[in-house]
């Protein structure tokens, strides 16, 4: 089997059923599927439950080869490296279970990977998958970003979504670090993913729950320039920057909620900066 594809998850329950029928419907089925828990504490698992037969390694409801990989919370990265060990694909793919693709992504996202001038890529072809939700919106307009989450024009990128297995072993895999993890492999390999088009969607978080939380995690890394980066960090996560940004990008996008949204955006970053600095609470 050449491709193996990972999803790390992580309380998923509301996404992971649209992400697995979507690669259900790929032009490229030659493919194993490897699903890490990283110890969910929803229905994550009741979900995916219904897309095997057995309780172990199996032929899921749509065809390939599917496994169920279970760890305590560590974070995303230590999932993939799990996920890894158990693959067979010389080409390992990694996604999250908030993203759902067009049917040629993973035919469109391998195609190039030639293992030599060619190991690895990514694509910029991204869209927000649920644009109609006001929290989800605001999300890309505190990027200033539309709907098109990247739209850069580049030739290389720092994050892969596809690499050699080869590669990735030869490096010893993701470091954990929380929001910067998916950096980590192109800084030990000492070379970056060649973009190729590859369309798929990714959800924006869609409750102002999921924007503390994640904005939490967004603020759980290091900062440059040590104590004196986490001091603009937290200048700039200040309540009144907060109000005066939301103020004005209110406006400019001309979303009220988008006020609300920055504040509880603001305070998130306040809080994982905080637990990552005075209590040693990495992201995960």
Known sequence: MQVSVIIPTYNEEKVIGKCLMSLSKQSLMDFELIVVDDGSTDKTLDVLSNFQFSSNKQ?????????ILKQRHRGPATARNLGAEHAKGSIL??????MFFENDFLENLVGQIDGENVKGTN??????????NVWARAWNYNQNKGKGMLRRRAKTDRVFRAVLKSEF?????????GYRDDYSLSAKLGYEAKVVGAKFYHN?????REV?????????RKYKLGFLGVVVALL??????AKMVGVYKAIKYKTPAFL????????????????????????K
């Open 204 to 208: 924006n978080p869609d409750s102002l």
């Open 123 to 132: 694509s910029h072809d991204e869209e927000v998958g649920n644009w109609e």
């Open 93 to 98: 793919v990694f996604v999250d279970a908030d």
């Open 169 to 177: 072993k030869k490096v010893g895999g993701f470091d954990s670090g």
């Open 59 to 67: 032929t899921c409801a749509f065809g390939v080869n599917f496994q």
């Open 236 to 241: 700039r996560a200040s309540l009144p920057v």
């Open 212 to 220: 503390f939380i994640q904005a939490k995690w967004v603020g759980k």
């Open 260 to 283: 609300l949204f920055k504040i509880v955006y603001n305070t998130g970053v306040t809080f994982g900066i905080l637990e990552y600095y005075l209590f040693g609470k990495g992201a």
